[in-house]
């Protein structure tokens, strides 16, 4: 979880737990936009898919968000020969 901290900055926290805030912005007034699944791939398929940025060997999750400057980001899962990466992705 320290580690993810690290890739968004501060957060605020309560009753509810901690709150995603814009990377770009700092804005607490995000929004989910959509979830992507690519699963059952152990065979590079991944690299196909531009946008998500893995070139891993397995599936992926990418996670996408927006804030309400109309910043875009995504965190992305990507699963390599059993280990999980995370990357924060700024779309826009
Ligand atoms: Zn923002």
């Not at 791939?41 to 690299?47: E, Q």
Request: with cysteine.
């Amino acid at each position: 979880m320290e580690k993810i901290r690290k890739m968004f900055g501060d957060s605020l926290v309560d009753e509810w737990g901690e709150q995603l805030l814009c990377p770009v912005c700092s804005d607490y007034y995000t929004h989910i936009e959509k979830v992507e699944h690519y699963p059952d791939h152990d065979d590079y398929y991944c690299k196909n898919i531009p946008s998500i940025d893995w070139e891993g060997r397995g599936e992926a999750v990418v996670l996408h968000f927006y804030c309400e400057s109309n910043h875009k980001w995504a965190i992305r899962f990507g699963f390599h020969k059993g280990n999980i990466y995370v990357k924060k992705i700024i779309e826009k």
